[in-house]
C-alpha cells in the first residue's frame, strides 16, 4: 500500500491545528468540495464568497472524511440549527482540526507540501491563453521520464494553487503547476508558494483589461511568476510575441536565464517546419541546438507554438526528450478547450468543436484560424458560434469587432452570436455570414439548432460566463438523436 499523501499528525504540525484523533492516521489528500471528496480525504471548510464549507462538514464526514479543517468556533448557531432538524448534530472530534483560520490551513499545507518536494523539478506555467493545454501537454511530455503531479482542471487560482500543492507527495519527480491571475498582484502570491525551476509564459494578450490600463500593465502581472523562482531558475518566453523584451528584463531582474521560443530567428527554441492539419500537426523544432520532428493528437498554430516551450522545459528539466516529443502525439484537446465531437447523421457527418470554457481576443483568433483548417472535402460549411469575452472593459465592443478579420481569414461561412459584445462582431460582418444573434446563449440556441445541418464543422467558443457549453449539449442532442 502506497504511503498516504499526510498523516493526522503532519497535518497539526503544518497548520498548527489541534484534534483529538490518533496522530498515525493517514490522510489521502485534501479537497475544499464535499462533492468531490474521497473517502479518507481532508475536507476544507473554506469561507467563499457564495457559500460557507462549514455547512457540509457533515456531510463531507459523511462521506468518510479522514478529517476536516475548521475554525476554532465552529459548530456555530447557524450549523448546530440546521443539523439538529436532520439529526446530524453529533460530530467526531477525533477527524476534527480546528485551526485560527481555514484558508490560512490552506495555504500552511500547500506551502509545506512544496517544501518536502525540494527534490522534484517544479514547472510554473502562466499567460494569457494556454495555460491548460501546455500544462496538460507537459504532463503527457514528462510521463514517460518520471512520477507527476500537475495542477487538476484549470486550478490556478488562491484556492486551487495552495490546493494541488497540499495534494503533491512526497517522491514525485516533476510538479506542474498553473498559475492564473486576473488582478494585479494575484501571481505574486501563488507563484512565492510554487516556488518553480522553470516558469513558462505562453503569451500576452488583451485580457482582463477591465482590470488593467494597458496590455504592457498585464505584461508586467504575468512578469510577477519571476518573483518565486528559484536561484539559477529559467523563465521560458514567447520570442514571437511583442511583449518578449519586457517579459525577458523582468525575468533577469530576478536572475533568471531566458529562452525564447517562437518562430522569430532568435529564439533558442525555434519552430523550424509545421504541416498544419484538422486533426494535428507534423512539426520539426530546434529545442535548444537538438532538432526534433513529432505529431502532436491535437490541432491549431498555437497549439505548436506551446509545445515548443513544453520540449524546452523536458530538456532544461534533463527528462527524455524524445520520448516527450513522442508523447505529445497522444495529447488531445481538453474539455471546453478544443475538444471535437464528430457525429454521424445518416447523411454527413457534423463535427461539434466544444471551446465553451473560455474566450479571449488571442484564444478566439486562435479558434477561429484553427476552423479554417477544416477541409472543404470533408465538411462544407464552417459555422462559428460566439459568445461574449468577458472582462476586457471598455475595449470590448472594438476587440470583438475587430474579430470579423478573422471570421474572413478562417474562411468561417456562418456565424452565430450572443451577448451585448458580440453584436459589434455581428453587425461588422456581410449578411451573408449573419447565422443570427441573440442577447444570451439561451436565446440564441432555437436559431442556432434549426440552423446547422448534417456536413457542418461547428466551433462553440465564448467567456464560461457567457453560459456557451450548453449549446454545445443542445447541438450534440439535436444531432444525436436524428
Avoid at 108 to 115: A, M, S, T, V
Avoid at 144 to 154: D, L, R
Avoid at 389 to 416: I, S, T
Wanted: one cysteine or more; charged letters at 25%; proline letters at 4%.
Amino acid at each position: 500500500m502506497a504511503d498516504p499523501v499526510w498523516t493526522l499528525g503532519e497535518v497539526l504540525s503544518a497548520t498548527g491545528g489541534r484534534c483529538e484523533g490518533d496522530p498515525a492516521a493517514p490522510v489521502s489528500g485534501f479537497s475544499i468540495d464535499s462533492r468531490a471528496l474521497a473517502a479518507g480525504e481532508g475536507f476544507i471548510a473554506i469561507r467563499g464568497p457564495n457559500r460557507d464549507g462549514h455547512d457540509y462538514v457533515a456531510k463531507a464526514l459523511q462521506s468518510g472524511a479522514g478529517c476536516a479543517i475548521v475554525e476554532e468556533t465552529f459548530p456555530g448557531e447557524t450549523f448546530l440549527a440546521a443539523s439538529e432538524e436532520d439529526g446530524k448534530a453529533d460530530l467526531d472530534e477525533s477527524r476534527l482540526v480546528r485551526v485560527r483560520d481555514t484558508f490560512d490551513a490552506l495555504n500552511d499545507l500547500g506551502r509545506k507540501g512544496r517544501d518536502r518536494t525540494d527534490h522534484a523539478v517544479v514547472i510554473a506555467v502562466t499567460g494569457s491563453a494556454g495555460k491548460t493545454g501546455t500544462k496538460e501537454a507537459l504532463r503527457a511530455a514528462l510521463a514517460p521520464s518520471g512520477t507527476v503531479h500537475a495542477s487538476a482542471k484549470s486550478f490556478n487560482n488562491h484556492w486551487g494553487v495552495p490546493l494541488t500543492l497540499s495534494n503533491m507527495r512526497r517522491n514525485i519527480d516533476y510538479g506542474i503547476f498553473e498559475v492564473g491571475m486576473n488582478h494585479a498582484g494575484e501571481i505574486f502570491v501563488l507563484t512565492r508558494l510554487v516556488r518553480p525551476h522553470i516558469a513558462i509564459v505562453t503569451t500576452v494578450a488583451p485580457v482582463h483589461l477591465g482590470f488593467f490600463a494597458s496590455v504592457d500593465e498585464i505584461a508586467d502581472a504575468k512578469a510577477e511568476i519571476f518573483e518565486g523562482l528559484e536561484p539559477g531558475g529559467t523563465a521560458i518566453l514567447n520570442r514571437d510575441n511583442p511583449h518578449f523584451d519586457r517579459l525577458a528584463e523582468a525575468a533577469r531582474r530576478h536572475g533568471a536565464e531566458t529562452v525564447g521560443f517562437g518562430e522569430d530567428e532568435r529564439a533558442e527554441v525555434r519552430l523550424l517546419e509545421c504541416d498544419l492539419g484538422a486533426d494535428g500537426s507534423a512539426v520539426t523544432s530546434d529545442i535548444l541546438g537538438e532538432t526534433i520532428a513529432y505529431r502532436l493528437g491535437a490541432p491549431g498554430r498555437h497549439v505548436v507554438q506551446n509545445t515548443l516551450a513544453v520540449l524546452a522545459a523536458v530538456k532544461l528539466a534533463g527528462a527524455d526528450l524524445a520520448a516527450a516529443a513522442e508523447a505529445l502525439g497522444g495529447v488531445h484537446a481538453p474539455t471546453g478547450r478544443g475538444q471535437r465531437f464528430v457525429i454521424a447523421t445518416g447523411q454527413e457527418p457534423v463535427c461539434i468543436v466544444d471551446e465553451s470554457y473560455n474566450a479571449n481576443p488571442a484564444s478566439m483568433r486562435a479558434a477561429l484560424q484553427t476552423l479554417g483548417l477544416a477541409p472543404r472535402s470533408e465538411y462544407k460549411r464552417r459555422v462559428a458560434v460566439l459568445g461574449d469575452m468577458l472582462e476586457l472593459g471598455q475595449e470590448g465592443p472594438r476587440l470583438h469587432r475587430e474579430l470579423a478579420e478573422a471570421v474572413d481569414a478562417g474562411g468561417v461561412d456562418v456565424v452565430f452570436a450572443c451577448g451585448a459584445c458580440m453584436a459589434s462582431l455581428f453587425e461588422a460582418l456581410p449578411r451573408a455570414r449573419q447565422g443570427a444573434y441573440a442577447k444570451t446563449s439561451e436565446d440564441l440556441a432555437p436559431a442556432l439548432l434549426s440552423g446547422v445541418r448534417p456536413g457542418d464543422i461547428i466551433v462553440v467558443k465564448g467567456s464560461l460566463g457567457s453560459r456557451m457549453a450548453p449549446l454545445v449539449e443542445a447541438l450534440k442532442r439535436r444531432f444525436e438523436d436524428g
